[in-house]
């Protein structure tokens, strides 16, 4: 009998979620907390993390799963290094819904970054304005460059001070538009654009809102992974779990 864990936190895995939903699949759909209100899913869903992979490989036995979706954020290595380690353990079938990298094209002026450091160290020595479009987990990092002005978009209120000297957080949950991201660039002056390349389509528009007022936009890479099954849609995911259970897997 099919019993899937679908890992999520994209708008690819809600789309997967209601897909699975609609089939009558049995899953279950996992958060990893990192927001305090989470986006309802029409799956039965647990918040939190696993523990590793000891605790994730736990769970998979205990609740009987034979499937392992993971649609987490290209940036959540983590989650996903763990989900193939114990998925390996187990021998639960393994796939992931991965979002192709962002490429640049015409107007684009980007500067491609390893990892966060990158992004520190790519930005000016002068004082510039910089729409930091990164999250709130690596957001002190920044603070080695305290010269800056740092507009951050939260989905969630901070909790406490901004641990910037000259930071501003405006809280807004996406998918946005081009035109949103335009007028706020240009209501904050904004002069360079700090961002994941998180690929999809629900967070691309502060990219082509910034090729549209001409700013340069630092980009950090998505992380490499292990070698893994992969699919790009949510129709994709659906199929591979209808062969794999025609073959036992």
Known sequence: ????????????????ARALADSGADAVFSYAGRTKAPMAQPLPTRVGGFGGVPGLVRYLRAAGITHLIDATHPFAAGMSRNAIAAAGETGVAYCALERPAWVAGPGDDWHHVADMAGA????????????LAIGKQHVADFAAKPQHHYLLRLVDAPDGPLPLPDAQAVIARGPFTTDADRALMADHRITHIVAKNGGGAGARAKLDAARDLGLPVILIDQPALPPRRTFDSA???MRWLGHATDRGV
């Open 1 to 16: 009998m099919t019993r899937i864990l679908l890992l999520g936190g994209t708008t690819e895995a809600s789309a997967l």
């Open 120 to 131: 520190v160290a790519a930005l000016p020595d002068d004082p510039a304005r910089v729409f």
């Open 235 to 237: 129709k994709d995911v």
